[in-house]
């Protein structure tokens, strides 16, 4: 029986009923019976658990008793005055009293298996082991018990836990008396081990049951006086409190005990109601089932039918009722099984259609479009075979493409692939296709049209031809027969193939069509993709449609982010508004430079053209928008034009501190000179200060030279301290007399030597000093400069901090890019800091932005210490020995600067002569034999290296100084390195003048002294 059939329903209600009613009388009298033992049982084994309680309170009441009595005996006080006077035997008597004291007791009171008296340190002093005296064990001194001893107050005692012990079969309690004097002092203590046994014993004694077990046991902190019994498992447990102790007696039954009779009648019971209720239920079942079976006969042939067995039938005589019922439902099997075949069918028919649908969306190939067509149509319309020609795009040739028969559902090739007949011909195909109509024929032998078929063979007797129509003609024609069966093809079966290959003649031209937009599309949107301007797209409510890759790449959004938004994400707010106006006003905008912003809120200079189409006749305009980043071409024009700025300021430079040397080597010059002089105080300050003076204004030549003066990278062992105070003293007057900021040096004289240019990394300090002295350009409060220097575990630092505004946070990443700046316009090039953190990776360093102890600007320049084998720079040195006595001829069109050298010169016993002019210098040269000549770089038109040529054309060619103002000449700088002659810088020094003389004319005496000799 199946759980929902009716049968079963019935007796769910019916079967449970009756076995509820045949049990449930027994075992309502089970369960109260089963209840009164339980509460008799439960109350025996309480009223046992307080009788035992009664007891074991006597008992232990007794021992509290006895311990109070033996722990005030006079005995104890007697002993430990003796040994406190140091009575010895005396005590030992009173010792051995005690022992006698002790073991009298344990005889009389019989439960002491062993009692110990022990001093205040713990040691054992008198020992009664099972009621007789043990020597006790003076050296043996228990840790645990001298802890227990430390816890005794006066008139208090200890119980321990129960326990059991080696020595005795019983578990024990032991309890602790101490022994005090008048003032508190504990003298000793009374051990007594108490025996459980006579406890057990009794407990023992006492029955309800076979199973009955009491015993002792500790009582939990929170527990009941009066507890009801509990029930664990088979177990019925009932306890009492033993009062005035620790303890509690415990009383268990098994109630297996006393239900056993119970469960042998609740069995039996038990056994005698499932026999009836099984009677019952087999007597009900069958009378059931008989009284169904008609019923069961009618539904499975209700299931059989449902599950196609179309031709199922069903024949009952009786009851009335369910006869009446198998009549109707045999009636009705008739109907729908002639309706089902119908609509069978009908259903394949659409489901070919379907399938031949699906195909075309999905695969759009002409060849595999028009196979699909001809199984649908096979299949769809009840035909046995069918045939697919094609016509030819230019017309001319009707082409076989297969055969489809539904015996075997497959595409056969053999037989027609490749067979071609002309359009213009009399073959019924050719006249199918001319006419663009369906033909029928009913007896292809008796047909005139067929005589001419060059497929006649292949053709069955009854056969019908349609073509595929399209808008511009056939295109192709669908053969279809029922071969297998004979059977003539029907009016209606011809007029369902005439519609079904003009719509399948229309979907092979749609097909061709959708490939033709699909190949545009891709074409479309191929170049729209890759091209190198952004391309957005707009509809009619000007929101993006169309978002390319390179406007993904520009802007920084996600495609997905950006359709369905208007353009004003990307512009200005005004901007927006003002190009949508333009758009509206005169349909279009043309090369707009425009500003806009990326998603992280990057500026982009951008060229915008916004023109619109039309969609078509019935679609709304849209838009398109082409944007081109000019961003980086406006900045290699500014950094084009900055170069040319740049270029222009080095020359001025160089021109501005080439005419400055010459007065200023003449006022250093002079200034030395007058140093020598005998002066008066007054006089000799104001020299000093004319001197500092102008050494100071060479330095400042010279540093404007070193920032424009192009020089390999040589690496030398430098100090950042030193670089620090050169440094220093390029800036110092612009700093604190110019600007008025406080310069605070902290230079660590510890901190290691460096590997690097010294120029380079000057240059680095004065680019940071720089920046510092703009950013407390205005400022009011403090403003000052922290330069020091120190080392770290890795590097050697060197920091400069100010007490400006510092950088804002989100400008931090952007300060060392180049041409970034965020000072005004016109007052900054944005490449200080960029070429300085260049300059620092080149020597292996970093340089890091920082926020400084007052909120400045803080930037940390750390360079490695220098390895080894990297040489120093190399040092001045001395002057070269004096040599008196040489001619040497000055020439430079300075006049102070003429007689500056020609008093120097014959100040170091030289004989000097000069010459303004170069034909002035030629002449002296060639009238008497000079051993030097002093010749300037720059004389008016002509050039000192031309001087230089003719000079070493002489038979007796004196050796040649060249001096120029103009070091940043690097041509005339090669040249004279070409030619080897000594090159001496203007503005000099005394020093560096006689340095240079003295060491050519001693290298000309060490060149000629051979010759002399």
Known sequence: MRYNSLSVRLLLWIIPLTIAATIAGPASTYF????????????????????????????????????????????????????????????????????????????????????SYVNAAGRELCRVMDQRIVAPEPAHTDSTLTLELKGLQPGKRRTSGIHRVAWHKAPIIRYTMGVFDPAGALRGAVLFDCSLAPIYDA?????????????LSARPALYAPRASPRQYGDLVIASAIVPATPWAIVTTVRRTEFLESLRWIGTATLLLCVGTALLLIF????????????????????????????????????????????????????????????????????????????????????????????????????????????????????????????????????????????LESSDILAVTARNGTAIQVTDASKDQRCRDSALLEHWAPAFCLAPLAGRSGALGIVYVDHHLTGRPISDQQKRGLSLFCAEAGLAIENTQLWDAIVQSEARYRTAVENSPYAVVGLDQNLRITLWNRRAETLF?????????????????????????????????????????????GRRLDLTVSWSGQDAGPRSAREWFVVMEDETEKKRMRAQLLQ??????????????????????????????????????????????????????????????LLFVRKEKTVRHKLSLNEITQATIAL????????EGIDLEVSLDPQTPFVAGNFHSIQQILVNLISNSCDALKGRLGPRAIHLRTRRSPQNCELIVEDTGPGVPPELRDKIFDPFYTSKPVGTGTGLGLSVSRQLTAEHGGTLRYEEGAQGGAMFVLALPPCPEGIPAATPQLGLPPQIQGRRVLVVDDEPDLVVLMMRLL?????????ALEIEEARRKLGQGAFDLAIIDLDLGQARGTELLHAARRLDCAPDCIIVT????????????????????AKPFLRTDFLRVVRASLGERDRRNSPRGA
């Open 203 to 215: 407990l023992g004694r006492l029955h309800m049951g076979r199973s009955t077990r009491s015993y």
């Open 556 to 600: 920084g959004y996600q495609p997905t982010e950006a359709y369905g938004r208007t353009l004003a994400f990307l512009f200005e707010e005004q901007t927006y508004k003002l190009l949508a106006r333009q758009v509206e006003t005169t349909g279009s905008v043309r090369q707009a430079e425009i500003t806009g912003q990326t998603r992280d």
């Open 32 to 115: 109260i019976a089963r209840s009164v033992i339980m509460r008799h049982l439960e109350e025996g084994i309480q009223s046992l658990s307080d009788t035992s309680s009664l007891q074991a309170k006597s008992f232990f009441e007794q021992r509290h008793n006895d311990l109070t009595t033996i722990s005030h005996s006079p005995l104890f006080k007697d002993h430990y005055l003796n040994i406190e006077y140091g009575l010895s035997e005396e005590a030992e008597v009173y010792r051995r009293e005690i022992e006698n004291m002790l073991l009298d007791f344990a005889r009389r009171a019989k439960v002491y298996p062993h009692i």
């Open 283 to 422: 007597v009900i079942t069958r009378q059931v089932r008989v009284l169904l079976a008609p019923l069961y006969v009618l539904a499975d042939a209700a299931r059989s039918y449902a599950a196609g067995d179309l031709r199922v039938r069903v024949r009952i005589g009786h009851p009335e009722e369910t006869a009446a019922l198998a009549e109707s439902f045999n009636s009705m099997a008739d109907s729908l099984e002639h309706r089902t075949q119908d609509l069978e069918r009908r259903v394949r028919e659409l489901t070919s259609l379907q399938r031949m649908n699906e195909f075309i969306v999905h695969h759009g190939g002409l060849r595999e479009v028009g196979r699909a067509c001809l199984e649908a149509a096979v299949n769809g319309l009840g035909f046995d075979r069918g045939h697919l020609f094609w016509i030819e795009t230019d017309k001319s040739r009707i082409v076989g493409e297969c055969t489809y028969r539904k015996d075997a559902p497959s595409f056969d090739d053999g037989a027609i692939l490749g067979q071609k007949i002309s």
């Open 731 to 738: 800036f110092e007057y612009r700093i604190v007399k110019t």
């Open 965 to 984: 103002g103009d070091v940043l000449n690097a041509p005339l700088a090669a040249e004279v390195d070409r030619l080897g002659a000594p090159l001496l």
């Open 906 to 914: 014959r100040e170091d016993g030289c004989i000097a002569e000069a």
């Open 643 to 704: 170069a040319e700025k740049l270029s222009a300021v080095g020359n001025l430079i160089a021109g501005v501190a080439h005419e400055l040397n010459n007065p200023l080597a003449a006022v250093t010059g002079f200034a030395e000179l007058l140093r020598d002089l005998p002066l008066q105080t007054e006089e000799r300050e104001d020299l000093r200060h004319l001197y500092h003076s102008a050494l100071r204004c060479r330095d400042i030549v010279q540093g404007l």
